[in-house]
Nanobody, 116 residues
Framework: QVQLVESGGGLVQPEGSLRLSCAAS????????VSWYRQAPGKGRELVAF????????NYADFVKGRFTIYRDNVKHTVDLQMNDLKPEDTAVYYC?????????WGQGTQVTVSS
């Protein structure tokens, strides 16, 4: 059974930082790309960050470039998202995804609220 468990969300002030983590089990983790998505209330789910299976190729949505960093650990089978300089607009439920297309696996999400 594939399981992805996100953690690290919470309430943070603007300009603050959070580090989200996604722990994967039940899959050959190092063979899949990984991503972080987010969904704000009333909006669709949007891609935040992506990492190829090796971790060498990473890219980011324009609205988080320079602030967020995605990390993957193919030994621990985890995907982290370091979020710095958080803004109220970053408030959303954040989801990790392992794989893509028909071979996609999603976590249940973790809430990030940025508010003063």
């Amino acid at each position: 059974q594939v399981q992805l468990v996100e953690s690290g969300g919470g309430l943070v002030q603007p300009e603050g930082s959070l580090r989200l983590s996604c722990a994967a089990s039940g899959i050959t983790f190092d063979k899949y790309p990984v991503s972080w998505y987010r969904q704000a209330p009333g909006k669709g789910r949007e891609l935040v960050a992506f990492s190829a299976s090796s971790g060498d190729a990473r890219n980011y949505a324009d609205f988080v470039k320079g602030r967020f960093t995605i990390y993957r650990d193919n030994v621990k089978h985890t995907v982290d998202l370091q979020m710095n300089d958080l803004k109220p607009e970053d408030t959303a439920v954040y989801y990790c995804k392992v794989g893509g297309g028909a071979w996609s696996f999603w976590g249940q999400g973790t809430q990030v609220t940025v508010s003063s």
